[in-house]
């Protein structure tokens, strides 16, 4: 059935199968007697708000018959007798069966043409803590949560203009999963618009299950061997609403705390809130130590192994960066012990309960440290500048692109060990072409401002500009 029927018996044992009253333990469904006539509502149970509709229940059966005796349709009823502000009549089932999957409580009343749609829901949700992976010293304590509505209005708070568009979609042909467009409609790029909406009309899946990491590769170009991100990800408020006000589009997607920013370059992710909770000169350091820090864990491990694999390719005053103490494995094997060892710590983490977190810590330290070093399996220098290398990947704010070094250190280390000088060069060249060659999602370039140049746009990237009108 694709519209409602004149039928009230038949509407309701329609919607009674479809919605699985009776199959399914969380879908209620109760009668009424309003106005003499029959009627019925079906709604989710821990979506919909149970003190308003019991309010609005209490109010329709107190209705006189010749009250609603010369009414026929659902909207005449819901302009009089429905006082819930956001409601809105339908015919269509298809659409009538979404919506109250979606939440809203379905309302049919016999002799009305018509469905009303209640949106009387209220998801569940934490409260709007601070996100653990964007703490900041100062500024504002508060986060994104998994519910589309909560996020939209953090942001309307910060950004109190008529201008600002909040545009929404369905994505999944099961899912049905919300992804709402955020931007400035007088600030906007027309056309990287146009384009995003698109890729989201083009998405063909059957759910977003991981939320917006599925919609990204849903309409992400597909190259499986290039591991840059090419989204950036936030779940502060605060960062996502000045890339609104810098004419950037924000993407929430229901059940994620995560919002994607798009267009997204490669030196987006030089950025970091804390640096623009601090003066302008301390965050422009900040900003340069941190790229200079991440550029030398990239190379740093290929590079001293360049420099010790062969005598005599050190002046005499590095002379002791030359001499690894041994050990029972090679050189290039403990680099790739380490390299891997680190991230079976960090999965490890990630499932041990709170707990047990200090005993994990410890243990590891004493496997990867004292005990690995004094077994002889691996060398002092090893683990110092394995070291470096993670320390340094926690001072990057993108899991993504960290990973997408460490894989890229990994290749460059093992060309470097096979093929010496000339395997660091190719290597290094072969980095520089990947990522003149990755394809964004939407937008001008990977390299932007670089590639295409934009001489203004690149230094506000390099250096922390004072906050002024252009510059949020």
Not at 240 to 263: K, R, T
Request: glycine share 8%.
């Amino acid at each position: 059935m694709d519209q409602l029927s004149s039928n009230y018996l038949e509407n309701v044992t329609w919607f009674n199968e479809t919605l699985g009253v009776g199959r399914s333990c969380d879908i209620v469904s109760r009668d009424y007697m309003i106005g003499g006539r029959r009627a019925r509502i079906w709604v989710i149970d821990g979506f919909g708000m149970d003190g308003t509709l019991e309010r609005m229940g209490a109010f329709w059966l107190r209705l006189e018959p010749e009250q609603v005796e010369n009414l026929t349709e659902m909207q005449d009823f819901a302009d009089r007798f429905i006082t819930f502000g956001e409601t809105n009549v339908s015919f269509q089932t298809g659409e009538i069966v979404t919506a109250v999957l979606l939440g809203k409580t379905l309302l049919l009343m016999e002799g009305l043409a018509g469905g009303a749609l209640m949106d009387a829901k209220e998801y569940p949700a934490r409260g709007v803590g601070e996100p653990p992976d964007g703490k900041v010293l100062r500024g504002s304590h508060d986060g994104f949560v998994e519910a589309a509505v909560p996020n939209m209005a953090l942001l309307r708070r910060r950004i109190r203009d008529p201008h600002l568009t909040m545009e929404g979609h369905q994505v999944g042909s099961r899912s049905h999963t919300d992804a709402v467009l955020c931007y400035l409609d007088d600030k906007v790029d027309r056309e990287l618009l146009s384009e995003l909406r698109e890729k989201l009309a083009r998405v063909d899946v059957n759910s977003l299950s991981m939320a917006q990491e599925s919609l990204a590769e849903a309409i992400r170009p597909k190259q499986w061997y290039n591991p840059f991100p090419k989204v950036r990800y936030t779940e502060r408020p605060d960062a996502a609403a000045a890339s609104i006000l810098e004419g950037n589009i924000v993407v929430l997607v229901d059940n994620s705390p995560s919002v994607m920013i798009l267009p997204t370059t490669f030196f987006d992710f030089t950025q970091e809130a804390n640096e623009f909770y601090f003066p302008p000169l301390i965050g422009s350091y900040l900003r340069i130590l941190r790229i200079i820090v991440f550029l030398i864990s990239l190379f740093i491990t290929p590079a001293w192994y360049l420099m010790v694999s062969e005598e005599g390719r050190l002046p005499d005053a590095l002379n002791f960066l030359a001499s690894p103490e041994p050990a029972s494995l090679g050189l290039l094997w403990q680099l790739l012990v380490v390299e891997f060892l680190i991230d079976v710590l960090k999965l490890a983490s990630l499932n041990t309960p709170d707990s047990l977190s200090n005993s994990f810590s410890m243990l590891g330290a004493l496997i990867l440290g004292d005990f690995a070093v004094q077994a002889g399996w691996l060398g002092p220098e090893v683990l110092v500048y394995m070291a470096f290398v993670s320390v340094a990947g926690f001072a990057q704010p993108s899991y993504e692109m960290g990973y997408a070094f460490k894989l890229l250190r990994v290749v460059l280390l093992l060309l470097t060990a096979a093929f010496d000088v000339w395997g660091f060069v190719l290597g290094s060249l072969g980095i520089l072409v990947l990522l003149a060659t990755t394809k964004p999602l939407v937008g001008k370039g990977y390299l932007y401002p670089l590639l295409p140049f934009n001489g203004r746009a690149l230094w506000r990237l390099i250096a922390r500009e004072p906050i002024s009108r252009d510059n949020t």
